[in-house]
């Protein structure tokens, strides 16, 4: 199950990194526009990005089981907020196909710590 854990953690970091160096095309992949000031790529650099980046090193780095598993939790959670989403705000594919990678990561992390 090692692999397994490394595969989420970079999946983690890779796309956590698309966040964190290419602001400008994350914003306009997930519809997003830039105000006045510069707080929205900031934030998509910060939250979107560095955040995961640092959550999947920081599973290799410690590599127990608890921590691989809060990639889970992490994922998890970005899951839940997406299918309220759905629910909520409307559907789109593009949202169908974070939702089935946030629930890949993290229920598969979960699974493979917890199980």
């Given amino acids: 199950m090692d692999i397994l854990n490394y595969l989420f953690a970079l999946a983690s970091i890779g796309l956590g990194a698309v966040g964190w160096l290419a602001p400008a095309y994350t914003m306009d992949m997930l519809d997003l526009k830039k105000g006045e000031g510069n707080m929205g790529p900031s934030e998509i650099r910060a939250a979107s990005g560095a955040l995961f980046v640092g959550l999947g090193l920081g599973a290799i780095l410690i ?4 921590a691989y598993g809060m990639v889970g939790c992490a994922w998890t959670g970005a899951a839940v907020g997406r299918a309220t989403s ?3 705000d409307g559907t ?17 992390a979960l699974w ?3 199980g």
């Fill in 63 to 66: 590599g127990t089981p608890v």
């Fill in 86 to 88: 759905l629910a909520l």
């Fill in 92 to 108: 789109s594919s593009l949202k169908w196909k974070f939702l089935a990678a946030e629930v890949v990561v993290g229920l598969g």
């Fill in 112 to 114: 493979v710590n917890f």
